[in-house]
């Protein structure tokens, strides 16, 4: 069965909608704010951006709110903050299950993991 447009996001598209937790943001604050999000680890290059922002006007989880010259700001409607609410409750059920899951290790008869507890902490609530 073939999957439905945006049934899950990428990585970049996750982050895309976060940036939009506090507010319309035009590309480059999207783009930085992504960078500060991951401290470096998700860089969002114009093309990957853009690609993104255009999905999301075209499935209607942005609106367009300003246009300044070339400098166009996008806020996220009620069908966007849902998706990205879904895509976070997906993702803690897979956080849940990698927890739950016995290691390879103990499956293939080894010693359990030793070391730090890596269950995640709680997620908040949205």
Known sequence: MPRRSLELMTESMLYTMMAFQTGPRCGT??????????????LL??????????????????????????????????EGRSAYEQELERLRLCLRDAV??????????GAAHEGPDLAPA????L
């Open 122 to 125: 709680p997620l908040p609530a």
């Open 100 to 109: 739950s899951a016995p290691s390879f290790a103990l499956e293939e008869g």
């Open 29 to 42: 604050e999207i783009s930085a704010c992504v960078e500060g999000l991951t401290k470096g680890r998700v």
């Open 45 to 78: 290059g114009p093309g990957t951006l853009y690609t993104i922002l255009n999905k999301f006007l075209e499935v209607g989880y942005l609106r367009e709110v300003a246009v300044e010259g070339r400098k166009r700001t996008y806020a996220l409607t009620e």
